[in-house]
């Protein structure tokens, strides 16, 4: 009895603590809220602190069942030796990477607590609250729940913009169709994923993001492709050749870009994204190589800031953004082009070993999930420290590159 209460307890907590690792509640300008979104701050912290004091000593102690992946650790590694170097703030810098290194234990300790398909259900339930609270936002308060977007209003939720709905919710279908293809869980749960899984479809075409709409049909594609060859891809390399093949076209802009406009509704700056990228290469130049610490390039660098937006705010209408819209290269401000490239090194090992797991719901969720994340990189950050997709990223690295989990899946 005890450890029934016991399991359902840690089970709520960490449905609440992964739910809280969304920003769906951004616009609530309430106490209540803001109260609720700190105590999970507060508790998120300390989880992660006692998950890294259980890793230090089951490491110190030369307990096994506890560890994470050599090349993990080797990344991890780098980045405190890089951000002490480089950066300019190097106490802050330390203190993320700590928290990185916390989300990346945590998802260890879930791993060691939960089958992936209890993982999955726990993660479904929090898109039901989210849903729930979608609609409650949208009746409450439609002027901030919509946002104008070329001529038309489509739904921003309570998130931050239209397109952190629709990345969570194309996140959310994931989750949702991995479920209900190859769990053996009772119908009536089914039957709520199901719903789950048709909002979270209506919400993704109510946000109006053709890059999400078109990123769930590229990866159902390439997926059923995959199922059919005899030699299996590295899906991981599907999606960074997906990344440079666009690079690359975009650079052709004069040759293919009519093309492109005709066929898409769109130019190939993708919302003038590419010209903060330009801005950003010819501007930080050799510093790219090196990285200005995790977390501390954006607030951090005045002068060099100030000349990226002076050299592409007036491409874009004058607006100012903190970010490169662009994973890699954003990596590469951070951590580097070394650092960077041991981690696309990690994701490229860990589809390399994807393809020889054999647990269904691990293999799908992995396949759709790395194609996603490494789309969403062309124009968005990546590695938050406290983000879901970051959670998730460490967790099918660890199933797939961790013996100790990896023998239990092939």
């Known amino acids: 009895m005890k450890n029934k209460i016991k399991k359902t307890t840690l089970c709520y907590l960490d449905g609440f603590l992964i739910i809280g690792t969304i920003p769906f509640l951004t616009k609530f300008d309430s106490g209540i809220v803001h109260s609720l979104l700190y105590f999970h701050k507060i508790t998120y912290y300390i989880t992660i602190y006692l998950c890294l004091l259980l890793f230090i000593g089951s490491t110190l102690k030369g307990d096994k069942r506890f560890k994470l992946p050599l090349s993990l650790m080797v990344f991890f590694i780098f980045m405190f030796i890089q951000s002490v170097i480089f ?6 810098s330390l203190c993320k990477v700590l928290i990185l290194l916390g989300t990346c234990v945590y998802g260890l300790s879930l791993i060691k607590r939960y089958t992936f398909e209890e993982i999955l259900k726990i993660t479904i339930w929090g898109g039901i609250v ?55 869980s009772s119908k009536s749960f089914k039957l709520v994923s199901f719903g789950s899984l048709l909002l979270a479809i209506s919400f993704l075409f109510a946000s109006g993001s053709a890059t999400s709409i078109a990123t769930i049909i590229v990866i159902l594609v390439i997926y059923y492709v995959n199922k059919l060859l005899k030699n299996k891809l590295n899906l991981v390399n599907v999606g960074i050749l997906m990344t440079v093949l666009l690079y690359i076209t975009i650079k052709l802009q004069s040759i293919v870009g009519a093309y492109f406009t005709n066929f898409s509704g769109r130019d190939l700056t993708l919302t003038g994204r590419t010209y903060i990228w330009d801005a950003i290469i010819s501007q930080v130049g050799m510093g790219l190589i090196h990285g200005y610490g995790y977390g501390t390039f954006w607030g951090y660098n005045q002068l060099l800031e100030q000349s990226i937006v002076s050299k592409y705010t007036g491409y874009i209408g004058g607006v100012t953004v903190n970010g ?57 950050r990546s590695l938050w420290n406290m983000g879901y997709q970051t959670l998730f990223i460490f967790i099918i690295i660890i ?12």
């Open 87 to 92: 950066s300019n703030s190097k106490i802050d």
């Open 130 to 184: 989210i849903n729930i609270v979608t609609i409650y936002f949208m009746i409450t308060n439609p002027a901030s729940a919509f946002e104008p977007y070329k001529e038309e209003m489509v739904l921003a939720g309570s998130f931050p913009t239209k397109n952190n709905l629709a990345t969570y919710m194309l996140f959310s279908v994931i989750v949702n169709l991995v479920y209900l293809r190859n769990s053996n």
């Open 324 to 380: 490169a819209h662009n994973g890699f290269l954003e990596l590469m401000l951070q951590i580097g082009a070394i650092g960077t490239l041991i981690f696309v090194a990690i994701i490229i090992k860990s589809g390399k070993k994807l393809k020889k797991i054999k647990d269904k719901s691990v293999f799908q969720f992995s396949s759709f999930f790395y194609i996603y994340i490494l789309i969403y990189f062309i124009t968005e």
């Open 399 to 410: 199933l797939t590159l961790n013996d100790n989990y990896k023998k239990t899946l092939c």
